[in-house]
T-cell receptor
Framework: EAQVTQNPRYLITVTGKKLTVTCSQNMNHEYMSWYRQDPGLGLRQIYY???????DKGDVPEGYKVSRKEKRNFPLILESPSPNQTSLYFC????????????FGPGTRLTVL | AQSVSQHNHHVILSEAASLELGCNYS??????LFWYVQYPGQHLQLLLK??????LVKGIKGFEAEFIKSKFSFNLRKPSVQWSDTAEYFCAARIVSGGYNKLIFGAGTRLAVHP
């Protein structure tokens, strides 16, 4: 089954404790992206990747890092999480670029205390 | 800066009522436009998209959208809503300019359909 998976689905952590949210797709998509969803703000892009070893900042990259060492994986890293990073995070992938239909993961609800 | 605006944050309708959700984007160049839907507790799914050609686009579940270039708009419509259409709807625009390639979402419209 074609899908985007994220882990963990729920996470409660404390300020400053490094964490990684994994994202994996099994569709051989080149384009992957991370978004955060906040009430009244919709989805805002954090980082995106056009292909392996090619990443770029989205609208709200501060406080986040990503890597794309393999085509299928695109982890989101919070080196020192802060409470303003409490949000719902979605990973998405598409065949080529953002013009293609994006397939979204189930979301990761992160709470930073 | 490029942006996508959705006029209504919350819409409440009765079943069988007609729906129109507004979406405007601010960018003078070429855009690709999308509507995504997020049912309660689920992830986003594509409803429809516009790249070029016929400005009236038909999507899944009886939804359609009309691209009006002069108004920078891409409004979503459905002639008769059902209770199962209760969801949050997001308009998005893909902006491509040189090496810049970004998908920008609106803030979303939460639709509640009452039986």
């Amino acid at each position: 089954e074609a899908q985007v998976t994220q882990n963990p689905r729920y996470l409660i952590t404390v300020t400053g404790k490094k964490l990684t949210v994994t994202c994996s797709q099994n569709m051989n998509h080149e384009y992957m992206s991370w978004y955060r969803q906040d009430p009244g703000l919709g989805l805002r892009q954090i980082y995106y990747s056009m292909n392996v070893e090619v990443t770029d900042k989205g609208d709200v990259p501060e406080g986040y890092k990503v890597s794309r060492k393999e085509k299928r994986n695109f982890p989101l890293i919070l080196e020192s999480p802060s409470p303003n990073q409490t949000s719902l995070y979605f990973c998405a992938s598409s065949r080529r670029g953002s013009s293609d239909t994006q397939y979204f993961g189930p979301g990761t609800r992160l709470t930073v205390l | 800066a490029q942006s996508v605006s959705q006029h209504n944050h919350h819409v409440i309708l009765s079943e069988a009522a007609s729906l129109e959700l507004g979406c405007n984007y601010s960018y003078g160049g070429t855009v690709n436009l999308f509507w995504y839907v997020q049912y309660p507790g689920q992830h986003l799914q594509l409803l429809l998209k516009y790249f070029s050609g016929d400005p009236l686009v038909k999507g899944i579940k009886g939804f359609e959208a009309e691209f009006i270039k002069s108004k920078f708009s891409f409004n979503l419509r459905k002639p008769s809503v059902q209770w199962s259409d209760t969801a949050e709807y997001f308009c998005a625009a893909r902006i491509v300019s040189g090496g810049y390639n970004k998908l920008i979402f609106g803030a979303g419209t939460r639709l509640a359909v009452h039986p």
